[in-house]
């Protein structure tokens, strides 16, 4: 039996998704799955119009047999560090295939790319030097690569972090691509299968999104964006003494958060005030999230993966962690003196304060799911 692992932030769980798991299944049809889930934040540093425990309970309807945490203070952090640490838990488990989206669906290039980036000596002081340039970090690793291919999609280079991993945790871990069928950036498609930011936008404009997610999907969904938080990030910026202790505040920015706070209504306007060429879009959001949260630069330097959280599982789930239990190195019960169950409960709190509706306690019950 293979044991598949997917990496998902399910926000929110559509089409596609599905899409993903039927064609695991149609190539795997004995397979065991078991997904990394993103819970109330995202890499990009969204909020999810989903909860942590919808979306559990949605992948175990789905025919995912382990849902396991990406804790909060990995899930929000650049694609490296999310992918190292969801291969990472994923390899706790014994997986031996990972299958991810991709819009190249190109695991030659991938592989290259991943070669050229951890074998060429160059590399990285190219990628740095093509930073101080003023360039964002995607055209400076391309210009670093020095390849003509297109790898700037955003699936290509999620799977290129997960390749990185699994090469430097467990190169036995076969990596896999399924064609992505839809662009993350299109906002306008109207076809079954389209992207989640396309799906956010609609539900944020009132129009019907029944034809792109399943039913059972749409009761569970919040219309929410980092905005339903913006009064109280601004609240933080102008009391906080000092915003550099937080992560992603560098380089002086603080100051321009300080000057242009008062005259921006908005996540987006406030980033749009900020903005410079160094910096990229999803990096002020994660920034900003740090802030609202209080991630600091030293908890981040102190932080370790010191156990892994299980979600949920259905029956054959539950079967596979008893046979593999004695092999899994990390407990699977939550150390509530750890920096990471300490910034997922804040998460929960967050979370809580944009919804406005009382959804921690499957944080705090600490119980997972089971499925019979």
Excluded: C
Aim: hydrophobic share 35%; glycine share 4%.
């Amino acid at each position: 039996m293979n044991i598949i692992g997917i990496i998902a932030e399910y926000n929110p769980f559509h089409n596609g998704h599905i899409y993903h798991i039927e064609k695991i299944k149609e190539k795997y049809p004995n397979s065991l799955i078991i997904l990394v889930l993103n819970g109330y934040f995202t890499e990009r540093g969204l909020i999810s119009v989903l909860s942590k425990e919808d979306k559990t309970k949605i992948a175990l309807d789905n025919d995912i047999d382990i849902v396991l945490e990406l804790p909060f203070i990995y899930g929000t952090q650049s694609s490296d560090i999310f992918g190292f640490y969801s291969v990472k838990i994923l390899n706790e488990l014994k997986v031996d295939h990972i299958i991810f989206g991709s819009e190249s669906n190109n695991i030659t290039l991938l592989n290259k790319v991943v070669d050229i980036q951890l074998n060429d000596s160059l590399y990285d002081s190219n990628v740095k030097k093509y930073l101080s340039e003023g360039n964002n970090y995607p055209t400076a690793m391309k210009k670093a690569l020095n390849i003509n291919e297109d790898i700037s999609n955003p699936n290509d280079l999620l799977g290129i972090s997960y390749i990185k991993a699994i090469k430097k945790i467990n190169p036995n871990i076969i990596p896999e691509t399924i064609q992505r069928t839809n662009d993350y950036h299109d906002i306008l498609s109207n076809d079954k299968i389209i992207s989640a930011s396309n799906i956010r936008q609609k539900l944020q404009n009132g129009e019907q999104i029944n034809k792109f997610l399943p039913e059972y999907t749409i009761p569970h969904l919040h219309n929410i964006t980092n905005d339903s938080l913006f009064n109280l990030l601004k609240f933080k910026i102008l009391t906080d003494k000092d915003l550099s202790i937080y992560l992603d505040v560098d380089e002086g920015i603080e100051y321009r958060l300080l000057k242009f706070i008062n005259f921006s209504n908005s996540f987006d306007e406030l980033i749009s005030n900020i903005k410079t060429k160094r910096y990229t879009y999803n990096k002020l959001n994660r920034m900003l999230l740090h802030i609202l949260i209080g991630l600091t630069k030293e908890d981040n330097k102190n932080v370790k993966l010191d156990y892994i959280k299980i979600l949920g599982f259905n029956n054959n789930g539950q079967q596979y962690l008893k046979n593999i239990r004695k092999n899994i190195i990390l407990p699977t019960t939550p150390n509530k003196e750890s920096l990471i169950y300490k910034y997922e409960i804040k998460s929960a709190y967050l979370y809580e304060q944009a919804t406005h509706k009382s959804l921690n306690n499957f944080d705090i019950k600490n119980i997972p799911i089971k499925k019979n």
